[in-house]
């Protein structure tokens, strides 16, 4: 509990199953925060992230960082991060994916 507090997150205790007692608060200064650029696409959503401050917990930070979502079948969702400015390897992985909506899903996405 002490090393969370230091590092300036919120420790909450939980009795739900893998529920982390460490996390960050909504109000960090580390990590992204969802910029104007949101859009809805053929299979899902497309949304630019900027880093929030200078504050680096890992160093190397990329920002923008894009994020997609596509809604692929009723039961499996795919999300995508990369860089918008500079080409990065990617696992050439093709998917075939009929393409759902947000309301035909069993599960629920929130931006």
Known sequence: QEVCEARGCSWCP???ANAPWCFFPEDTPYGY?????????AKGWRATLKKRQSLSLFGNDISPVVLEVEFQ????????LYDPNKKRFEVPLKIDSPGVTAEEANYEVEL
């Open 33 to 41: 925060a969802l910029g104007s650029d949101t859009e809805t696409t």
């Open 73 to 80: 079948t009723k039961d499996r969702l795919r999300f995508r």
């Open 14 to 16: 939980s009795e739900v």
